[in-house]
């Protein structure tokens, strides 16, 4: 015998069953005028509630009213409520029926940035069932921002949809805050462990901000949630939120170190050929990464104006005169002027200062004493996400890459060529270099022009990161003699780890005493080490080293 299932006859059961229908419907009740008089009002709490029930009606009543607000097309009229502009002329804001209202009867509504950012995320969860995924993007990305007037109903249906993996995990963060935002249900304990499980993954502030209140106490000394397995899972999320943020700092931290020291590394790296081998005092090497920049500067302008389509290749360019910019500088300083004052380190001093000075003002008078633009080629704007919350730029990783780059070509000079040969041996011991008839006065001046040069690519990194004016190296002349008396006078391998030695140490001080007492502190510790080992890291190898 089949049995069959009837709906209940008495009208009244019926009336029942329908209306528990349609309470469990994933949209609110029909909004009427009511519901929207308050936008029309000066009181922000009525506005921000009416902005709520808006952003839980149904999509065909809140889209075009959401729609118009985004406009400024939603005005009132106190005879008919609000009213929308549809084309050329004006319809009911909720009904779209057409209405006549008298030009002087229309009120325009005043929204703060606060209320717009609401409509703004109301408006996107109602795009978030949209078939084109840059518009489902940008909701979810709208609403990363403003999580808290989104539709949870809405939400939760994008959530079960959405084939992007990317934008499901950021739909799952939303749906998470809105979980934690609504009033605690012992039914809805499983949605809360759950929501609790995703915020402890996402790297957002926000998060922690929200999962905080969980393990708090009131000023009765009782816990703000009731609920032990819930506060259990808040706070071992936190503390994973926690080591997490500090993996990321220290992670961070190193990568500045190294960032510095690369940029460090590039400005010492030709002083330490220089003093090691003439042992001139230079001040005026950080013109000479100046030098370089201003040449990148240059370098740019000609593409700009002459080959607008290869800009992003102008860095390539720039290398060699930046390099040759700096290294004609350095050939004619060291012919006219150290040349003759070999052996006396005061006067030495005072008159590359003086140079120094010199140097800068003709470059205010050519180019002004404001800081000139050099910016990034395409392909070195931006970074990667390498941990939550650690974004590491594509600019610095290159400099880092060029500063190794560098080194590898300073040693390939000094090691593989006859110019090297002559360097490495009139450092060690001038006077038999000269007896065996090394011409010690032309490896002096091609030894200064070539440091001058690396100094110049220095400058050229120096541009991709900071500003370009006539002071950018007197920032770095300290820092590059500090890096080479560390290291060892005249020493390749002492120079690499004393410029990434000092540039980790640096960031891993600021954030505990602040750049000034970091470089104090790095100062005091550099003096202390020279006491017990004045030559430095590595020690120069020579007779000159034993007289």
């Not at 974004?391 to 000079?413: C, E, G, K, S, T």
Request: charged share 15%; aromatic share 6%; proline share 5%.
């Amino acid at each position: 015998m089949r049995h069959s299932i009837s709906l209940p006859a008495t009208p009244w059961l019926r009336a029942l069953l329908a209306a528990l229908l349609l309470a469990s419907a994933p949209w609110a009740a029909a909004l009427t005028q009511a519901d929207l008089k308050p936008l029309a009002e000066d009181d922000f709490d009525a506005k921000t509630a009416a902005l709520s029930a808006l952003a839980k009606a149904a999509p065909s009543e809140a889209g075009p009213i959401l729609k118009a607000l985004q406009d400024d097309a939603l005005q009132y009229a106190p005879s008919v409520g609000m009213v929308r502009q549809d084309g050329d002329k004006l319809v009911d804001a909720i009904t779209g029926k057409p209405v006549t209202v008298k030009a002087d009867e229309l009120e325009s509504l005043t929204l703060n940035n606060s209320l717009r950012a609401l409509v703004d995320s109301a408006a996107s969860s109602l795009l978030l069932q949209s078939p084109d995924i840059a518009v489902r993007a940008q909701a979810v990305a709208t609403l990363r921002d403003q999580p808290e007037s989104a539709s949870l109903a809405a939400v939760e249906a994008a959530r079960k949809t959405e084939a992007d993996a990317g934008l499901r995990a950021s739909l799952d963060v939303i749906w998470a805050n809105l979980v934690l935002a609504a009033t605690p249900e012992p039914a809805a304990r499983d949605a809360r462990l759950e929501a609790i499980r995703i915020l402890g993954r996402d790297s957002n502030p926000q998060s922690r901000q929200k999962l905080a209140p969980l393990v708090e106490r009131d000023s009765a000394g009782r816990y703000r949630e009731p609920d032990g397995g819930v506060r259990q899972a808040a706070q071992q999320a936190l503390d994973t939120l926690q080591g997490d943020q500090r993996r990321a700092e220290v992670i961070g931290n190193l990568f500045a170190g190294l960032s510095l020291g690369s940029v460090l590394l590039l400005a010492a790296l030709g002083l330490a050929i220089t003093y090691g081998l003439i042992g001139v005092i230079n001040m005026a090497h950080g013109e000479f990464l100046m030098i370089g920049a201003y040449a990148t500067y240059m370098v740019q302008s000609l593409f700009r104006a002459h080959a607008p389509g290869a800009l992003d290749w102008y860095l390539p360019a720039a290398l060699p005169a930046s390099f040759l910019a700096a290294a004609v500088v350095g050939f004619v300083l060291e012919r006219l002027v150290l040349r003759h004052l070999y052996g006396r380190p005061l006067e030495t001093l005072l008159a590359t200062f003086g140079v120094s000075l010199l140097l800068m003002q003709a470059v205010r008078t050519l180019f002004g004493a404001q800081n000139v633009e050099v910016s990034n080629p395409a392909w070195m704007s931006g970074g990667f996400e390498w941990l939550p919350g650690l974004v590491i730029p594509y600019n610095r990783v290159v400099i880092i890459l060029f500063a190794l780059a560098v080194v590898a070509v300073a040693w390939a000079v000094l090691n593989r060529t006859r110019l090297g040969l002559f360097v490495r041996a009139t450092t060690q011991n001038r006077t038999m270099a000269a007896c065996v008839g090394v011409r010690t006065w032309q490896v002096d001046s091609y030894a200064f022009a070539f440091g001058a040069g690396i100094a110049g690519l220095g400058g050229c990194a120096l541009s991709q990161i900071g500003n370009v004016g006539p002071d950018l190296g007197q920032a770095y002349i300290i820092d590059s003699f500090m890096v080479v008396v560390l290291g060892g006078v005249g020493q390749l391998a002492g120079t690499i780890v004393g410029a990434f030695g000092l540039g980790i140490l640096n960031k891993f001080i600021e954030p505990f005493y602040g750049a000034v007492l970091a470089k104090i502190l790095v100062l005091v510790l550099i003096v202390l080490f020279i006491q017990k080992r004045p030559q430095g890291l590595f020690a120069l190898k020579g007779r000159s080293a034993e007289a």
